[in-house]
């Protein structure tokens, strides 16, 4: 059963401006480890980065907390199952906050623009 729903769209431009200026300072801020090794291994790291970064926004829309209650963007991992689809790794917070729940995201990105949906479920 659907609960809520977070949707998210963002500018690669704003995602590489932020890497250019912050570096590794930001990825670290708002990426796993895995993440940061998974979009960097790819020919326009940027679009990979812009995707999750929309993933985190439409997750955190669609828990209703935003970044509060201890909530980070490390409190969520983005990942890709064998076949390339994606999927989330939740942190203990954000497990507290939705119980038995489950959170479906769906993601997709041009050149340009990256955006992404999350779907809290029971």
Not at 91 to 113: A, F, N, P, Q, W
């Amino acid at each position: 059963m659907l609960d809520s729903v977070g949707i998210d769209m963002v500018e690669v431009k704003r995602i590489r401006i932020l890497m250019e200026k912050w570096g590794d300072r930001f990825l670290h801020r708002v990426f796993t480890p895995w993440e940061i090794a998974y979009c960097k291994s790819k020919n326009a790291p940027e679009q990979s980065f812009a995707a999750r970064f929309a993933a985190k926004e439409a997750i955190l829309k669609a828990i209703g907390t935003g970044l509060s209650q201890g909530i980070r963007w490390t409190s969520m991992e983005v990942v890709n199952d064998k076949n390339g689809s994606p999927s989330v790794k939740l942190g203990k917070r954000i497990k507290d906050k939705i119980g038995d729940k489950k959170i479906l995201i769906s993601m997709s990105h041009t050149k340009e623009y990256a955006v992404a949906q999350a779907v809290l479920v029971d």
